[in-house]
C-alpha cells in the first residue's frame, strides 16, 4: 500500500516521500477558508483541531486519508476507531444494503440484524458474559456499566486508575483522571476513587522487567526475570484505598483499560490487573474490564485486551473499533448481572439500530476473513521493534511501548529523568510528521506521547515508511536543538 522511497535512506540528505496507492483525489467542496471561517463562527470554541494549520480530511481508503491537498498515511485510525480500514468494501457494502431495507426501528419491536450481531459478537466473549446491551458510544457504555455495578452490587464507591480515560460525560468524567478532561463540576467525583497507576516507566517503582510488551524499558529494575516486585507495591497502594476510603471497605467495582490509551499507552506492571481484579471481588465488587481501544483483536496476542491479564471481567464495555467509524458501543456481562436492569425500565433510542448492527457484523466477519488480529501481532510486533532501534538511537526518545497495534512513543527532554519533552518541541516532531504524510495521535497527561493506533490492514511497507519519517524528523530536532544549544 505504501512504499519507502527508493532515495529516503537517511544516509542521504533526502527527505522521505510517500507514495500512493489509491493516489490523489480532487476535492469539490467548500474552500479551506470558507470551512475554517464557519468552523470559528458556528462551532463551540472547545472544538479544536490538530495542527497549526488543520487538515481538512474529505476521503479514506484502507489506511490513507486525503485532506484538500495531498494523502496521508494514518497511523491514529480516527482516534483508533478505524478498526478494519477506511471505507472497507465489505463494511460499506453491508451499511449500503441495510439501509436500502430499513434505517431505524428502536427495541420496542424486533429486528433480524440486532439478534444475529448479538449472537456473533458473544461468541466472541469467554465464560458466562453472554448477555449485551447496545449503546452508541464508549462513554454511554461506562455510563451504564457504573449503574450496573452500583445496582448489582447495592455498592456506591468505584475505582479507576489516575491517568485513565473512560469518557468525558458528566457520570464518566469522574472515573477520568486526567485533570485536562474535567470541568469543575460538583458531585462529578462522587463515590469515585483513584488508584496509583502501575506505571513500569513513569511510576513510582517499576523497570525493565515489569511490563508484559515485546519491548520493555531502559529504566532500572530489580526484578529477576518473569517476576515483577513493582506490583506489589502498587498493589498495597490500591489496599490502602480499601483499608481508608470505602465504607466497610466495600466496593461497586473496578475500571481498568487493559492498555491505557488517552493516557499514552501506559501498560500495567506484571500480574497487577489480576490481582486487582481478585480484591475487588473480594469486597463485593465486579471488575470492568474498558475494552473501547484495546479490544477486537487490536493488541494481537488476544482478541481481548483482558485476556492477556488471564481474567474474566464481570462487565465489558466496547466502543469505538466495534463499528470501523460506525457510531456504536456495548455493555457485555452475564445474565446475573444483567438481571438489574430489570428493577426500572432502561432504554436507548438508537442503540443496536439496523444500520450499526449491519455494520459490526461487518466488521467482525473482515477482521476474521483478512486475520487482522494475526497482522496486528506479526506488523504491529515488527512496528514495535523499529521503534525500539529508534529508541537507542535518539536521546530524544524515552520509552516505546505497547503491544500489536496499540503503541505508545514517549518523547522525553532527558532520558536519565524521563522528565518529558515539553508541548512546543514535541509539536516540532509532531508537525514534521505531518508534512512527510504521516498522521500520529498525541496523548499523556503531558501530551508528549505519540500514540500509534492505525487501521489493523496495515502491512510491512507503511510500517517502514512510518520508521523512516520518525528517525527523520527526530534527527532533524535534535540537530535544530544542537544548534540552539551553541547559540
Request: proline share 4%; aromatic share 10%.
Amino acid at each position: 500500500m505504501f512504499l519507502l522511497h527508493p532515495r529516503s535512506s537517511l544516509s542521504e540528505l533526502h527527505k522521505p516521500q510517500l507514495q500512493q496507492q489509491h493516489g490523489q483525489t480532487t476535492y469539490k467542496g467548500q474552500s479551506y477558508e470558507q470551512v475554517t471561517k464557519l468552523r470559528q463562527q458556528y462551532l463551540t470554541p472547545n472544538v479544536t483541531s490538530y495542527y497549526k494549520k488543520p487538515l481538512l480530511i474529505h476521503k479514506g481508503r484502507g489506511a490513507q486519508l486525503f485532506d484538500h491537498e495531498k494523502s496521508y498515511l494514518d497511523m491514529f485510525g480516527g482516534i483508533v476507531t478505524v478498526s478494519v480500514g477506511h471505507c472497507h468494501p465489505k463494511v460499506n457494502a453491508a451499511l449500503e444494503d441495510q439501509l436500502r431495507n430499513l434505517w431505524h426501528t428502536t427495541n420496542i419491536y424486533m429486528h433480524p440484524k440486532l439478534h444475529e450481531y448479538a449472537e456473533k459478537l458473544v461468541a466472541k466473549m469467554p465464560g458466562d458474559l453472554k448477555n449485551v446491551y447496545f449503546v452508541n458510544s464508549g462513554s454511554e457504555a461506562n455510563d451504564l456499566a457504573m449503574m450496573i455495578a452500583r445496582l448489582y452490587t447495592g455498592n456506591h464507591d468505584i475505582i479507576s486508575f489516575r491517568n485513565a480515560y473512560h469518557g468525558a460525560s458528566p457520570y464518566t468524567m469522574g472515573l477520568t483522571a486526567h485533570a485536562t478532561w474535567r470541568y469543575a463540576l460538583p458531585g462529578v467525583n462522587s463515590g469515585i476513587h483513584h488508584a496509583m497507576n502501575p506505571d513500569p516507566y513513569t511510576g513510582i517503582w517499576g523497570g525493565k522487567q515489569c511490563r508484559d510488551s515485546p519491548v520493555q524499558t531502559t529504566r532500572g529494575c530489580d526484578c529477576a526475570v518473569g517476576q515483577c516486585n513493582a506490583t506489589d507495591k502498587y498493589y498495597e497502594q490500591l489496599e490502602q484505598i480499601f483499608k481508608f476510603s470505602l465504607p466497610r471497605g466495600k466496593v461497586a467495582g473496578m475500571f481498568a483499560e487493559s492498555i491505557q490509551g488517552v493516557g499514552g499507552t501506559v501498560q500495567y506492571t506484571k500480574d497487577y490487573i489480576k490481582r486487582a481484579a481478585e480484591l475487588v471481588r473480594a469486597n463485593g465488587g465486579l471488575f470492568i474490564s474498558d475494552e473501547v481501544q484495546s479490544g477486537f483483536g487490536r493488541t494481537g496476542e488476544h482478541y481481548w485486551g483482558f485476556e492477556a491479564h488471564d481474567i474474566v471481567p464481570d462487565i465489558v464495555t466496547m466502543a469505538k473499533g466495534i463499528g470501523n467509524g460506525f457510531p456504536i458501543g456495548a455493555v457485555v456481562t452475564s445474565r446475573k448481572v444483567a438481571n438489574v436492569l430489570s428493577q426500572a425500565l432502561h432504554f436507548n433510542t438508537f442503540g443496536g439500530n439496523p444500520l450499526a448492527c449491519a455494520v459490526g457484523i461487518a466488521v467482525l466477519d473482515v477482521i476474521d476473513e483478512e486475520q487482522l488480529q494475526k497482522n496486528s501481532l506479526e506488523v504491529g510486533t515488527y512496528f514495535l521493534k523499529g521503534l525500539e532501534k529508534l529508541r537507542d538511537k535518539h536521546d530524544v526518545i524515552g520509552d516505546v511501548r505497547g503491544k500489536g497495534l496499540m503503541i505508545g512513543v514517549e518523547l522525553v527532554a532527558d532520558k536519565e529523568t524521563r522528565q518529558h519533552l515539553s508541548a512546543p518541541h514535541f509539536v516540532d516532531i509532531w508537525e514534521m510528521c505531518k508534512d512527510m504524510g504521516v498522521l500520529f495521535g498525541r496523548g499523556g497527561l503531558n501530551a508528549n506521547v505519540l500514540r500509534i493506533k492505525p487501521p489493523m490492514c496495515v502491512n510491512q511497507s507503511d510500517v517502514d515508511y512510518a520508521l523512516t519519517v520518525i528517525d527523520y524528523c527526530c534527527e532533524q530536532y535534535m540537530k535544530k536543538r544542537k544548534r540552539g544549544c551553541r547559540r
